[in-house]
C-alpha cells in the first residue's frame, strides 16, 4: 500500500511540476521504441495537443516530431554498435514503418547509412 502511494505522489510530482516541454521529452525517451502519436503525448503530460509544440520548439528549438526521429536515430546508432541485428529487425525495434524509411531518416540525419555507420565504428575501434 505504501509504494502505490508513493509511485501515486511521485507520477503526481513528475506530471505537474515539471516543465512541459521536460514531461514531453520524458514521454517520448521512455517510448522510444513505440510509435508515439502526438494524442499519446497529450494524453500522457495532460495537455491539448496544440499546446505540445509550441512548449516543446521553445524550450529545444525542435519540433517534437523532429526529436523523436533523432532520439529514434540515436538509439539505432547505440544498437548498431552493440549488436549485430539486421536493419530490418533495428527499423522495426524502433517502429519504423518500414526498413526504407529507417534508412532514409537515418542517412539524412546522419549523413551515412546504418551499415556504413556500423563498419566504419566497428573498423574505426578495431584500429584503436
Not at 35 to 52: P, Q
Not at 92 to 121: C, D, E, Q, V, W
Amino acid at each position: 500500500m505504501a509504494w502505490f502511494y508513493f509511485k501515486t505522489i511521485q507520477s503526481y510530482r513528475i506530471n505537474n511540476f515539471l516543465p512541459l516541454a521536460t514531461r514531453i521529452k520524458s514521454y517520448i525517451n521512455e517510448h522510444i521504441c513505440d510509435n508515439i502519436l502526438l494524442a499519446d503525448i497529450a494524453e500522457a503530460v495532460h495537455t491539448s495537443k496544440k499546446n505540445l509544440n509550441p512548449a516543446f520548439k521553445a524550450e529545444f528549438g525542435v519540433t517534437i516530431t523532429q526529436f523523436i526521429r533523432s532520439a529514434k536515430i540515436d538509439r539505432a546508432k547505440e544498437i548498431l554498435v552493440i549488436s549485430d541485428a539486421a536493419i530490418p529487425e533495428i527499423a522495426s525495434h524502433l517502429a519504423f514503418s518500414t526498413p526504407s524509411y529507417f534508412i532514409k531518416t537515418f542517412k539524412n540525419i546522419t549523413g551515412m547509412t546504418p551499415n556504413y555507420f556500423r563498419n566504419n565504428f566497428l573498423s574505426l575501434t578495431a584500429s584503436q
